[in-house]
């Protein structure tokens, strides 16, 4: 199984990721660090101890990281995850807590220990990431590589141009970007589009196991921010960033040039993504010429992923 590591803020689609994560018999979660996102960063780490309990997998280390952006204020998606983070559904609070270690000293010390280099799945802001890079940056050594869920070639959702994840942190993101790992960016254009027909959200609202229903649950939640739709959606929103490592060929990447907005203004934790025409390094007149190319997911194949994670999940 391929190593992963996950690093959310435990938020709906971030539960549905590591249900998915947990039961996927090719990935071997070694850890799950947490960040101030979707919630408060304390709301973050109950809810991930909640959901890896729930999904049986109460062994998985999981650590508290940062607590605010590098920069700004904490800025909470509770609108969309609801008062707790995680859709109010009234689950029970977990029976362990986070490990003693924070987030960025599990994430150097999993990384390093791995027979294989790891690959790391950031689906929230990046701050954690950022600090790791910048406080161990041998740990590039033992990275496969890092697909992230962030960004957008097109609409934002934070703001008319700007992504949540990045816009929450918009230096941290910029960090992530010239990490010198190969890196995938499942971004807001893919995101909104891996859709569980209704049918399907139904029967795992009835099914008699606990993390198969909460799955149901977590589905059926109203999410206006993947959808626009104010009707209960299905998306599996960060859960097919963990889809794109699994199936890489479920999505369609090509290499380009992705500069973060840092500029205060409208434009502010946008993801620019450069889509000219390349013959030749020569022929970019602008731009920084060392900047590094990232796999930008322009498309993806909703049907096979919808299949993957529903076949994940039900086990067949
Ligand atoms: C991202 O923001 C969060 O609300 C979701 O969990 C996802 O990671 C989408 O913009
Ligand atoms: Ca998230």
Redo the contacts with the bound molecule.
Sequence with gaps: PIPVIIDC?T????ALALLFAVRHPGLDLRAVTCVA??TDVDGVVRNTLTVLEQAGAGDIPVARGAERPLIEAVRT?RH??GQDGMGDLGLPAPTRRAVEVDAVTLLRREILASPRPVTLIP??PLTNIALLLRMYPEVTRGIERIVF??GAVATG??TPVA???VWHDPEAAAILLTAGVPITMYG?DV?QRVLVPAADVQRLRGSSEPALRLAGELLAHRDP??SGDPTPTGGI??AGAVCAVVDPEGITTRPLPVEVSLAPGPTRGQTIVDRRPRPGESEIHDGPREQQLVDVALDVDVERFVKLYLATLEGV
């Design positions: 803020d938020g709906v689609d971030d996102g979707n998606a969309v995850h689906m929230a869920m962030g959702n934070a992504e949540f994840n807001l995101f921010a993947t929103g960060d």
